[in-house]
């Protein structure tokens, strides 16, 4: 999924080889790691699962029951989710995966879960192969 086909852009990623002291380049490393493992699955599964796809629903969204599925509702934060990364293509995947995760359990919590293994294996393959465009 991260073809020419796939992406919007050349990323950069983030490289931590450009910082030249060991003890720095393990902290940023680790830094960007917890960040995509523990904060970013919180956030975005809190906003995603938890506000929007209800708020798109009903504007008074703490009315409407998590994992209450719309065809607009689903389409949309799909849609939404994969203009944040510039690997559309896993994008769309992961937001499809996520969305169908909180219709069957009901759960933000197995979503923010879900999210987390994603994030954590992709950096541990990152920090394996060097592939640093991921990040």
């Given at each position: 999924?991260?073809?020419?086909?796939?992406?919007?852009?050349?990323?950069?990623?983030?490289?931590p080889?450009?910082?030249?002291?060991?003890?720095?380049?393990?902290?940023?490393?680790?830094?960007?790691?917890?960040?995509?493992?523990?904060?970013?699955?919180?956030?975005?599964?809190?906003?995603?699962?938890?506000?929007?796809?209800?708020?798109?629903?009903?504007?008074?969204?703490?009315?409407?029951?998590?994992?209450?599925?719309?065809?607009?509702?689903?389409?949309?934060?799909?849609?939404?989710?994969?203009?944040?990364?510039?690997?559309?293509?896993?994008?769309?995947?992961?937001?499809?995966?996520y969305?169908?995760?909180?219709?069957?359990?009901?759960?933000?919590?197995?979503?923010?879960?879900?999210?987390?293994?994603?994030?954590?294996?992709?950096?541990?393959?990152?920090?394996?192969?060097?592939?640093?465009?991921?990040?």
């Amino acid at each position: 999924m991260d073809g020419s086909f796939a992406t919007v852009g050349k990323p950069a990623g983030f490289n931590p080889v450009a910082f030249e002291s060991g003890l720095l380049r393990a902290g940023m490393t680790f830094s960007r790691l917890t960040g995509a493992v523990v904060v970013v699955p919180v956030m975005e599964e809190l906003f995603w699962r938890s506000f929007l796809i209800r708020y798109m629903i009903k504007h008074d969204f703490m009315r409407v029951s998590i994992g209450q599925f719309t065809w607009v509702s689903f389409l949309l934060t799909t849609f939404l989710f994969d203009l944040e990364h510039n690997l559309y293509l896993a994008g769309i995947m992961a937001g499809i995966a996520y969305n169908l995760l909180l219709y069957r359990t009901k759960s933000i919590f197995h979503c923010i879960v879900g999210h987390t293994v994603t994030n954590l294996a992709l950096g541990m393959y990152v920090i394996y192969t060097g592939q640093w465009h991921f990040w």
